[in-house]
C-alpha cells in the first residue's frame, strides 16, 4: 500500500521551514527521501533505517518513527534550490520501494 | 564515478511496436530496479534483480513486459505490443547491499505511444 504524503503540496517564501511527513499502515524496515525536479531524476536525500534515528545534512533533516510508521522532512531556511517535488519511499519487505505521491514544495525569492 | 545512465532518453513508437530500453547501473551494484512513473506520481515499482536474477515482479508488470539482465551488469526492459496506457517515463536504480540500502536512480527513458 501506497505512504500517504501530506500535505499535497506547499509555497514558502526563501528563508522559511517546512515539515513534510510520510504515514504508512505497514510495519517498516526503511524510509528513502528523493526529491525531483520537473523532467529530471529522483534524487537522493536521506536514508531512515528502522530503529528512530534521526538524520540530517545541512539544513535538510529527518526522523523515523518506527512505532507509528511515520517518518518527517524537516527543511529549514529554505532556498530556492530546495523547490521540486518531495518522495518517501518505503521499504515495508523485500528490496521494494513503495512511493507516495510527492508533495510539492515551491520555494520563492 | 557515473552514474546509472539510460538510452534511449526518449522514445516515440505507434500502438503495437515493441519497445526496449537499456539501464546501466553504477559499476559494482548488485541490485537493479525497474519503475514506471507518470505525471503526478511517485514512481511504481516493476522488477528488480539481484545480479542476473530477477528475485521480484510487480503486478504492474503484463506479459507484455520482460526485463533482463544476463550477465548481472546492464539490464534491459521489452514491452511488447505497445498500448497508449504504456506511456510513463521509465525509471532505473542501482543499489549496493542486501537490503535497506540506497538506491540511485537514472535520468530515466520517458516513453511516447501514439
Known amino acids: 500500500q501506497q505512504p500517504v504524503q501530506s500535505p499535497q503540496a506547499v509555497i514558502l517564501r526563501e528563508g522559511e521551514d517546512a515539515v513534510i511527513n510520510c504515514s504508512s499502515s505497514?510495519?517498516?524496515?526503511?524510509v528513502h527521501w528523493y526529491r525531483q525536479k520537473h523532467g529530471e531524476a529522483p534524487v537522493f536525500l536521506m536514508i531512515l533505517l528502522k530503529g528512530g534515528e534521526q538524520k540530517g545534512h545541512e539544513k535538510i533533516s529527518a526522523s523515523f518513527n518506527e512505532k507509528k510508521q511515520q517518518s518527517s522532512l524537516y527543511l529549514t531556511a529554505s532556498q530556492l534550490s530546495y523547490s521540486g517535488t518531495y518522495f518517501c519511499?518505503?521499504?515495508?519487505?523485500?528490496?521494494?520501494?513503495?512511493f507516495g505521491e510527492g508533495t510539492q514544495l515551491t520555494v520563492n525569492p | 564515478d557515473t552514474g546509472v545512465s539510460q538510452n534511449p532518453r526518449h522514445k516515440i513508437t505507434k500502438r503495437g511496436q515493441n519497445v526496449t530500453f537499456r539501464c546501466d547501473p553504477i559499476?559494482?551494484?548488485?541490485?537493479l530496479y525497474w519503475y514506471r512513473q507518470t505525471l503526478g506520481q511517485g514512481p511504481e515499482f516493476l522488477t528488480y534483480?539481484?545480479?542476473?536474477?530477477?528475485?521480484?515482479k510487480s503486478r504492474l508488470l503484463s506479459d507484455r513486459f520482460s526485463a533482463e539482465r544476463p550477465k548481472g551488469s546492464f539490464s534491459t526492459l521489452e514491452i511488447q505490443r505497445t498500448e497508449q496506457g504504456d506511456s510513463a517515463m521509465y525509471l532505473c536504480?542501482?543499489?549496493f547491499g542486501l537490503g535497506q540500502e540506497t538506491q540511485y536512480f537514472g535520468p530515466g527513458t520517458r516513453l511516447l505511444v501514439l
Open positions: 536504480a542501482s543499489s
Open positions: 534483480f539481484q545480479n542476473e536474477a530477477q528475485l521480484e
Open positions: 505497514k510495519a517498516l524496515y526503511s
Open positions: 559499476s559494482e551494484h548488485n541490485r
Open positions: 519511499g518505503t521499504e515495508a519487505s523485500g528490496s521494494r520501494l513503495t
